[in-house]
């Protein structure tokens, strides 16, 4: 492929060191970069380029991205406000002032998602023959029947609460789905308020509505379940009058803290600990326009929450559940599927380590097959020349041929270690659940370590072979999911590097024995090689820079706020070295800065895809490195994580990344959006005379090609 970018040399000129701006002036605020981030997801959904329930996809990614962020990060702010925290981030806001930004932010966002739903969305789905009905619209006849449904399916389980001196405020567990409502008593005249919690654990979300014609549900017509039951309600209160009901949605605490040197047993804390997400404080209300404000107000003081806390919206609330969709069987409003391509010695059923031993292998997911990753562990545990297999798992995903192998493994004899992370956010029940099993196969399984997240992605078969004992090591950026390698964008790699493999066990006995490495031959290892060593290669390119003024950097990855890497990139752009970075999501660098970062450009792909790859490159002088791995620059990755990141070597998949690979995403002109000084994201302008380059659509018609084209002369 011919691209238009390609590694040049840095600017030639020498800006002076320092600067007349604030250190804080310097970086974007976390927080209101991440709501950037998750602008540039909502503006995917009003892409019409994507197939229609791709669009209705985005959306519910949307909402569910902001359910996690109040849910961790709005929480986290509400926590530093109580307890009075005065360290202000590097770009010096305050808990308070970010609350506030996050909150008049949002507001214009929530309103265009809404928006987004009833003036488009619905009348699109209408037009492709999926109905999603207000109630009040639907037939008589098709509220009759609903009218049945609900008195023999949905009427049994329900269990309205009232409150008054006589009944407390009914506790409301996280991210439930409610019905606020006042009931009048028409004798008396008396009004109590009560609450309903809308089972959608129980039932669908969409409840599928009969047919107009023959009253039967034909999967195509649907309404919200909680209108179903807003409507039905003289069921639940008989000889009273339901004078308002509104949906309301509260969104809870669930950042969670595990005093790990007070556990005893790190599993069953964490087992216990999940049920605090369930009861942690409120940070957010959701409510249905039209609420009155007293009925805001008795929730608000119920909960004791300021109102700065409450957000209007336009029902439907909880838009996350507009996944739903995606169970409809319609493949022409989807984006065109495609098979993920396997490397040809595993389409002929060959040894997958006699390959390895050969080359490095490289796959580019998902556009190439996990398979092989698969295939390396089956094979594995039933060669009789394997006899150990090592491993980190840190979101395996609840069905995982991954772990299913681990334990045919143990059960041919061989031993097996998991490095099993109980820690990782919303995943902490599926590992569990695996933990225990691996246990009882009798598989070594460490719960990674005190104070850290083990995040590195790992794994090490060890084989007896003629020349001697040998081992195989697989990393990569992603998680060993298979169910995510078909959504995210993510390096593996195998090799047989014996000098990785030393590394490799290293590694694996710092985390299963508690050795203490303070340094590797080849790979960097967080938290103790990663920061020094990619600030150390900043400041190398500065100096061969100084020399050849040819200095480059290069860096794609998910995220960018660790302060001290970006004042390195800044005095790197003042050194005149060229810094391209593509940054997924957070960025808290500011390019363009006259005398600071008019040398740096940063990047950002939304698309089909989940880009999730990082990359870490240096011009060096012309001796050009590549690092691959898990870590992102934030100071958890860098600090508080096991991470790895590891080298590339060879020459082929070298120059496939830096003649197809790279320059294809940093070319991007359909899905990527340039950040400016300001931290606003805006389209990439695509030149009259330039082809479109869409990076994931180019790699998924060359999928299985870049590295033979790399091959060519």
Same mark, same amino acid.
């Given at each position: 492929?011919?691209?238009?970018?390609?590694?040049?040399?840095?600017?030639?000129?020498?800006?002076?060191?320092?600067?007349?701006?604030?250190?804080?002036?310097?970086?974007?605020?976390?927080?209101?970069?991440?709501?950037?981030?998750?602008?540039?997801?909502?503006?995917?959904?009003?892409?019409?380029?994507?197939?229609?329930?791709?669009?209705?996809?985005?959306?519910?990614?949307?909402?569910?991205?902001?359910?996690?962020?109040?849910?961790?990060?709005?929480?986290?702010?509400?926590?530093?406000?109580?307890?009075?925290?005065?360290?202000?981030?590097?770009?010096?806001?305050?808990?308070?002032?970010?609350?506030?930004?996050?909150?008049?932010?949002?507001?214009?966002?929530?309103?265009?998602?809404?928006?987004?739903?009833?003036?488009?969305?619905? #009348?699109?789905?209408?037009?492709?023959?999926?109905?999603?009905?207000?109630?009040?619209?639907?037939?008589?006849?098709?509220?009759?029947?609903?009218?049945?449904?609900?008195?023999?399916?949905?009427?049994?389980?329900?269990?309205?609460?009232?409150?008054?001196?006589?009944?407390?405020?009914?506790?409301?567990?996280?991210?439930?789905?409610?019905?606020?409502?006042?009931?009048?008593?028409?004798?008396?005249?008396?009004? #109590?308020?009560?609450?309903?919690?809308?089972?959608?654990?129980?039932?669908?979300?969409?409840?599928?509505?009969?047919?107009?014609?023959?009253?039967?549900?034909?999967?195509?017509?649907?309404?919200?379940?909680?209108?179903?039951?807003?409507?039905?309600?003289?069921?639940?209160?008989?000889? #009273?009058?339901?004078?308002?009901?509104?949906?309301?949605?509260?969104?809870?605490?669930?950042?969670?803290?595990?005093?790990?040197?007070?556990?005893?047993?790190?599993?069953?804390?964490?087992?216990?600990?999940?049920?605090?997400?369930?009861?942690?404080?409120?940070?957010?209300?959701?409510?249905?326009?039209?609420?009155?404000?007293?009925?805001?107000?008795?929730?608000?003081?119920?909960?004791?929450?300021?109102?700065?806390?409450?957000?209007?919206?336009?029902?439907?609330?909880?838009?996350?559940?507009?996944?739903?969709?995606?169970?409809?069987?319609?493949?022409?409003?989807?984006?065109?599927?495609?098979?993920?391509?396997?490397?040809?010695?595993?389409?002929?059923?060959?040894?997958?380590?006699? #390959?390895?031993?050969?080359?490095?292998?490289?796959?580019?997911?998902?556009?190439?097959?996990?398979?092989? !990753?698969?295939?390396?562990?089956?094979?594995?545990?039933?060669?009789?020349?394997?006899?150990?297999?090592?491993?980190?798992?840190?979101?395996?995903?609840?069905?995982?041929?991954?772990?299913?192998?681990?334990?045919?493994?143990?059960?041919?004899?061989?031993?097996?270690?998991?490095?099993?992370?109980?820690?990782?956010?919303?995943?902490?029940?599926?590992?569990?659940?695996?933990?225990?099993?691996?246990?009882?196969?009798?598989?070594?399984?460490?719960?990674?370590?005190?104070?850290?997240?083990?995040?590195?992605?790992?794994?090490?078969?060890?084989?007896?072979?003629?020349?001697?004992?040998?081992?195989?090591?697989?990393?990569?950026?992603?998680?060993?999911?298979?169910?995510?390698?078909?959504?995210?964008?993510?390096?593996?790699?195998?090799?047989?590097?014996?000098?990785?493999?030393?590394?490799?066990?290293?590694?694996?006995?710092?985390?299963?024995?508690?050795?203490?490495?303070?340094?590797?031959?080849?790979?960097?290892?967080?938290?103790?090689?990663?920061?020094?060593?990619?600030?150390?290669?900043?400041?190398?390119?500065?100096?061969?820079?100084?020399?050849?003024?040819?200095?480059?950097?290069?860096?794609?990855?998910?995220?960018?706020?660790?302060?001290?890497?970006?004042?390195?990139?800044?005095?790197?752009?003042?050194?005149?070295?060229? !810094?391209?970075?593509?940054?997924?999501?957070?960025?808290?660098?500011?390019?363009?800065?006259?005398?600071?970062?008019?040398?740096?450009?940063?990047?950002?792909?939304?698309?089909?895809?989940?880009?999730?790859?990082?990359?870490?490159?240096?011009?060096?002088?012309?001796?050009?490195?590549?690092?691959?791995?898990?870590?992102?620059?934030?100071?958890?990755?860098?600090?508080?994580?096991?991470?790895?990141?590891?080298?590339?070597?060879?020459?082929?998949?070298?120059?496939?990344?830096?003649?197809?690979?790279?320059?294809?995403?940093?070319?991007?002109?359909?899905?990527?959006?340039?950040?400016?000084?300001?931290?606003?994201?805006?389209?990439?302008?695509?030149?009259?005379?330039?082809?479109?380059?869409?990076?994931?659509?180019?790699?998924?018609?060359?999928?299985?090609?870049?590295?033979?084209?790399?091959?060519?002369?």
């Amino acid at each position: 492929m011919s691209a238009e970018w390609e590694i040049s040399p840095g600017q030639k000129g020498k800006a002076a060191y320092g600067t007349l701006l604030e250190p804080p002036a310097l970086f974007i605020n976390r927080e209101l970069s991440w709501i950037e981030f998750n602008r540039r997801v909502l503006e995917e959904a009003m892409d019409t380029s994507h197939p229609l329930l791709e669009r209705v996809k985005f959306l519910s990614i949307f909402s569910n991205n902001l359910d996690e962020f109040f849910m961790i990060r709005v929480s986290g702010l509400r926590r530093q406000l109580v307890r009075g925290v005065r360290e202000a981030p590097p770009d010096g806001m305050s808990p308070s002032q970010q609350l506030t930004e996050i909150h008049r932010i949002l507001e214009p966002l929530l309103a265009l998602q809404t928006d987004l739903w009833h003036r488009d969305f619905l #009348h699109r789905l209408g037009d492709a023959g999926i109905h999603v009905h207000p109630y009040l619209e639907l037939s008589d006849d098709q509220k009759t029947q609903l009218r049945e449904f609900f008195i023999k399916e949905i009427f049994p389980v329900l269990t309205p609460l009232a409150f008054d001196i006589a009944h407390p405020f009914p506790f409301i567990s996280n991210l439930s789905l409610n019905l606020a409502m006042t009931i009048r008593d028409p004798v008396s005249g008396k009004e #109590h308020f009560a609450r309903l919690k809308i089972p959608t654990d129980l039932f669908p979300r969409l409840v599928r509505v009969p047919d107009k014609e023959n009253l039967e549900p034909d999967g195509r017509s649907l309404v919200f379940l909680e209108e179903v039951i807003a409507a039905n309600l003289d069921l639940l209160f008989p000889g #009273h009058l339901v004078t308002e009901v509104f949906p309301f949605r509260i969104t809870r605490d669930a950042d969670f803290e595990i005093e790990e040197d007070e556990a005893s047993d790190l599993l069953t804390t964490i087992e216990d600990s999940i049920e605090l997400r369930r009861i942690g404080s409120p940070v957010r209300v959701e409510v249905a326009t039209g609420m009155s404000e007293k009925t805001c107000m008795m929730i608000g003081k119920k909960l004791a929450l300021p109102s700065e806390t409450f957000y209007r919206m336009h029902p439907p609330l909880g838009m996350a559940d507009l996944s739903f969709l995606s169970l409809i069987d319609q493949p022409n409003l989807r984006d065109v599927p495609f098979m993920p391509s396997l490397p040809p010695f595993l389409e002929n059923g060959d040894q997958i380590f006699a #390959h390895i031993r050969q080359k490095d292998i490289m796959l580019f997911h998902p556009y190439e097959s996990f398979t092989p !990753v698969i295939t390396f562990l089956r094979q594995a545990a039933h060669d009789p020349d394997v006899l150990a297999i090592k491993i980190t798992l840190y979101r395996v995903g609840r069905n995982s041929p991954i772990v299913e192998t681990l334990l045919e493994a143990r059960e041919n004899g061989k031993a097996v270690a998991a490095v099993i992370e109980l820690k990782a956010r919303f995943d902490e029940e599926n590992n569990i659940t695996w933990a225990r099993a691996l246990e009882r196969a009798g598989v070594h399984v460490v719960y990674g370590l005190p104070g850290l997240k083990v995040h590195a992605k790992i794994c090490t078969v060890v084989r007896r072979e003629k020349e001697g004992i040998r081992s195989y090591v697989h990393m990569g950026t992603g998680n060993y999911n298979v169910g995510t390698s078909r959504t995210y964008t993510d390096f593996g790699f195998f090799t047989a590097d014996p000098l990785v493999g030393a590394d490799a066990a290293d590694l694996f006995n710092s985390l299963t024995g508690g050795a203490k490495i303070s340094e590797f031959r080849k790979l960097l290892v967080s938290p103790v090689t990663i920061r020094t060593g990619i600030l150390s290669r900043i400041e190398r390119e500065i100096e061969r820079h100084r020399k050849s003024g040819d200095g480059c950097i290069i860096f794609k990855l998910n995220a960018l706020v660790d302060r001290e890497c970006i004042s390195a990139l800044y005095r790197a752009s003042q050194a005149g070295v060229e !810094v391209i970075l593509q940054v997924r999501g957070i960025c808290c660098l500011r390019p363009g800065i006259k005398g600071v970062s008019e040398n740096i450009r940063v990047s950002s792909i939304v698309g089909r895809f989940l880009e999730h790859s990082r990359l870490y490159y240096f011009r060096n002088g012309g001796e050009d490195e590549i690092l691959i791995g898990s870590a992102d620059l934030m100071p958890r990755n860098l600090d508080r994580r096991v991470e790895v990141l590891f080298p590339v070597e060879d020459t082929i998949i070298k120059k496939g990344l830096l003649t197809l690979i790279l320059p294809v995403h940093l070319n991007d002109n359909t899905k990527s959006r340039i950040l400016s000084q300001d931290g606003t994201y805006s389209r990439a302008i695509r030149e009259p005379d330039k082809p479109a380059v869409n990076a994931q659509e180019w790699c998924i018609s060359h999928r299985g090609e870049w590295q033979y084209e790399a091959r060519r002369p």
